[in-house]
């Protein structure tokens, strides 16, 4: 028997990215639309067991939609990896009569949410909210097209100086496991190497490369550098290595940081937010839990949590050549 909900709990988890506060606002007013109601959850699975929720209505969201960040504020909670604290969650949540609940994060949060609707047989939906896109069964993770964007317009402002003083730049930017942001704002900004943790280039392939931009007249370059490059040296490492090997550059480096992970989503994850929280919303209404919702050839689509956290998200190959032939 389908059961029925009536009160939604939302929670963002993890590290934030742009487009969580949009998708919050989507949550709460697809919630609003179908006459349930919603409470936020404060500091993610940490408010859920310190039982801080906050009812909110389509108004309480308003202004928030081009926000950074995230108004229902983040956390990691060690407490909420253990029984006993998944265990005082749940009461807490029964205790406020939430029924299901939403939460917007990564891997880690779904994977929590997982275990959690495995023991309680509690409803939950999953929204993916990270800029790595790193997540199996969507294409575009929330945080992801508005990071590519202040990335590139780094790259753009770290090229002018570049180019002033003959310099080699190493930017490093996000992507633990998965090359997407380095891969497609190398591209997006000409720069003429892209290091991924999926290809291991080889330290003597990129000093010859860079050889060869030098004698083709280059007389600046850009390498992007994604923080789990197979190399396996640290960027300042590559620094070193370049500088005792190519005199003929004033070599530079430049670790982007946290700067990636802020600022006001792009128009594409607004709408991508608005339409994840719809869905999420919606599926759970229909009886369907234990789901990540996602976006594939702009479809709204849902893919079960333990797929979803075992996937690979993978780079786009052709990208790959694309960038080797712009490199030129
Ligand atoms: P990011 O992509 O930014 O790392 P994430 O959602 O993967 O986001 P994590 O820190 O891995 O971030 O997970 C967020 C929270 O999810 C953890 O602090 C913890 O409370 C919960 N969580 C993660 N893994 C588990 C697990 N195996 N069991 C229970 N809870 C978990």
Known sequence: MLQTIKKIGVLTSGGDAPGMNAAIRSVVRACAFHDIKCYGIYRGYEGMIDGDFVEMDARSVKGIINKGGTVLKSARSNKFRTKEGRQIAYDKLREAGIDAFVVIGGDGSFTGAMIFN??????????????????????????YDTALNTVVDVI???????????RLFFIEVMGRDVGHIALNVGIGAGAEEILIPEEDLGLDRLVESLRRSKASGKSSSIVIVAEGDKIGKSVFELKDYVDENMAEYEVRVSVLGHMQRGGSPSCFDRVLASRMGVKAVESL????????VGIKNDVMDLTPFDQAVKGKSKINMELLRVSDIMSI
């Not at 495995?118 to 929330?142: C, K, S």
């Open 285 to 292: 209404i229909t009886g369907k839990s234990n789901y990540m």
């Open 156 to 166: 753009d402002k770290i090229r002018d100086t570049a180019s002033s003083h003959n």
């Open 118 to 143: 495995q023991e309680f047989n509690f409803p939950v939906m999953g929204i993916p909210g990270t800029i790595d896109n790193d997540i199996y069964g969507t294409t575009h993770t929330l945080g």
